[in-house]
Structure formats: structure tokens, C-alpha cells
């Protein structure tokens, strides 16, 4: 079975732009969930959806959105890119309804590096 | 404001030595706390305690988890080369579906 997988792995984009990265679950897993880590620190929580709705937000601005689609992909679109948006966006998929949170293992993809310039 | 600080933030060792890391939390309602490890990329799971699970072993791996202390620890013994990475540790709480992270901890173990 394939693990979460993620793409583009890689992104450059300059300051202004807008960018979309993807995300296809574990074959069977409901619930995705979209991490930023930047350079040196750990995974912050962006969003959590399952099902296709949000259950979960963390604290970042509204130039940050997500969707889930009915195959339980997701789609994470950062607006007006920021030098400090520049990180590895990781997603994480689990089988239940919080996330991992509650018990369930939760698996990461490999990321996608974006770069902002 | 919920927050996990690890330490050390790094860790040079020699291979066979002991490493013990360290993970304090202050979180609303604790759920869970969750060891990973990050070479490249992916973070990998290790080990979830909760107030039922307490304590976890695998291999040369264990963890423990001091919820008077809102703590927990990882052990490494009769450390590898392969053992290098980053180790995470990541609370979740009851309300929202989230997991905190902390800095984590850069272990180097040499030949």
C-alpha cells in the first residue's frame, strides 16, 4: 500500500504569488491534516479535515485555506506568499476523526520544500 | 498559551552510548503525547502514551511518560549511527484536533 504522498516536492515561488500543494491520504484514511515546519523548528498545525469538513484550524492567517475532496485528497492554498511562508508543508493522514489526537496513528508524507523569494 | 519544549535541542554521542531526551508540556486537557522521528523529510512514529499507556518499549527504544510531571522521556540505548535524526515530541489535546510540537532534539551518534 502506498503511504500519504504529497506533491510538488519541491516550489519556488516569488513574494505576492499563490500556490497550491497536494496531498492524497493512505487508502482508507478520512482524516487529513497540513502541517508548516520551518527551518530548525517543529511541525505547526495549519488545518485538520475529515470527511470533507474542517475540524481543526491553528493559528495562521487567512491567506491560508485547504479543502478535502470526496477521494479524502487535499489541497492547501497559501495567498500573497510571504518570504516567511518558506518551510516544508507536511501532510498527515490518520483513519479517525481527530486527527490522530485521539489515539490512531498518524502517517506524514514526505512534504513539499516551498521556497519564497 | 499551550506549549512543549524538548531538551536538549542537540545531542552528539558516541555509537553504544545511552541518550536520554527530554519532552515538558503545558497543554489544555492532555490527550496524548507522541514521539517521532525525522531524518529527511517524513516524520515516523515512534511510540503515543496516554494516561493509559504510560510507559512504551520497542527494540532499544522506550519512553515514558510523567503526567505529575507533564513530562516525558525517550531512551535510546546502545546507540546506532542510524539513530541520527531529529526526535519530535507532540502533545494532543482534547479540545481541537491538533497536536503541539516542540523544536525537537538533534541527536548525531558517531562511529
Known amino acids: 500500500d502506498a503511504g500519504v504522498t504529497q506533491s510538488p516536492t519541491h516550489l519556488i515561488k516569488t513574494r505576492g504569488q499563490q500556490v497550491t500543494l497536494r496531498c492524497s491520504p493512505i487508502s482508507g484514511h478520512k482524516s487529513v491534516s497540513w502541517y508548516q515546519q520551518v527551518l530548525g523548528q517543529g511541525p505547526q498545525f495549519i488545518f485538520q479535515y475529515y470527511e470533507k469538513e474542517e475540524r481543526g484550524r491553528g493559528n495562521f492567517p487567512d491567506r491560508f485555506s485547504a479543502r478535502q475532496f470526496p477521494n479524502y485528497s487535499s489541497e492547501l492554498n497559501v495567498n500573497a506568499l510571504l518570504l516567511g511562508d518558506s518551510a516544508l508543508y507536511l501532510c498527515?493522514?490518520?483513519?479517525?476523526?481527530?486527527?490522530?489526537?485521539?489515539?490512531?496513528?498518524?502517517?506524514f508524507g514526505p512534504g513539499t520544500r516551498l521556497l519564497v523569494l | 498559551e499551550d506549549k512543549v519544549v524538548q531538551s536538549p535541542l542537540s545531542l552528539v554521542v558516541h555509537e553504544g552510548d545511552t541518550v536520554t531526551l527530554n519532552c515538558s508540556y503545558e497543554v489544555t486537557n492532555f490527550r496524548s503525547l507522541l514521539w517521532y522521528k525525522q531524518e529527511k523529510k517524513a516524520p515516523t512514529f515512534l511510540f503515543m502514551l496516554t494516561s493509559s499507556g504510560i510507559e512504551k518499549k520497542s527494540g532499544r527504544l522506550s519512553s515514558i511518560l510523567d503526567k505529575k510531571e507533564l513530562s516525558s522521556i525517550l531512551n535510546i540505548t546502545a546507540t546506532q549511527t542510524g539513530d541520527s535524526a531529529i526526535y519530535l515530541c507532540a502533545v494532543g489535546t482534547h479540545t481541537g484536533n491538533q497536536f503541539y510540537f516542540g523544536t525537537g532534539t538533534s541527536l548525531t551518534v558517531i562511529p
Open positions: 498527515a493522514s490518520s483513519s479517525g476523526t481527530s486527527g490522530g489526537a485521539a489515539g490512531e496513528t498518524q502517517y
